[in-house]
Nanobody, 119 residues
Framework: QVHLVESGGGLVQPGGSLRLSCATS????????MGWYRQTPGKQRELVAEFTSGSITNYADSVKGRFAISRDNAKNTVYLQMSSLKPEDTAVYYC?????????????WGPGTQVTVSS
């Protein structure tokens, strides 16, 4: 079992920055993949950024060059640094962890944190 708690969301003006945090109840080094997703009403949840074992990172095209995912293994925390924010970045942001168990993968999600980009 992995518990995830996101924090750092809020209201920011266009062009501003925010840093989201995702604290995990399990050592990050034992987690196969961790990432950030976002969702707006009526739309499917979409990948924002993730890293997998081996430190491979993936970003959505819409955030490349603006967002950066990072982690602090000692604090069991994953971050999403968001810069040059746009109104279209407004969404609920979720943290996801995928843990290998046997031949399968268990999927865990945090409750989400709201990010609103508006003037």
């Amino acid at each position: 079992q992995v518990h995830l708690v996101e924090s750092g969301g809020g209201l920011v003006q266009p062009g501003g920055s925010l840093r989201l945090s995702c604290a995990t109840s399990r050592s990050i080094v034992t987690i196969y993949a961790m990432g950030w997703y976002r969702q707006t009403p009526g739309k499917q949840r979409e990948l924002v950024a993730e890293f997998t074992s081996g430190s491979i990172t993936n970003y959505a095209d819409s955030v490349k060059g603006r967002f950066a995912i990072s982690r602090d293994n000692a604090k069991n925390t994953v971050y999403l640094q968001m810069s040059s924010l746009k109104p279209e970045d407004t969404a609920v942001y979720y943290c996801r962890a995928q843990v290998v168990r046997g031949k399968g993968v268990d999927d865990y999600w945090g409750p989400g944190t709201q990010v609103t980009v508006s003037s």
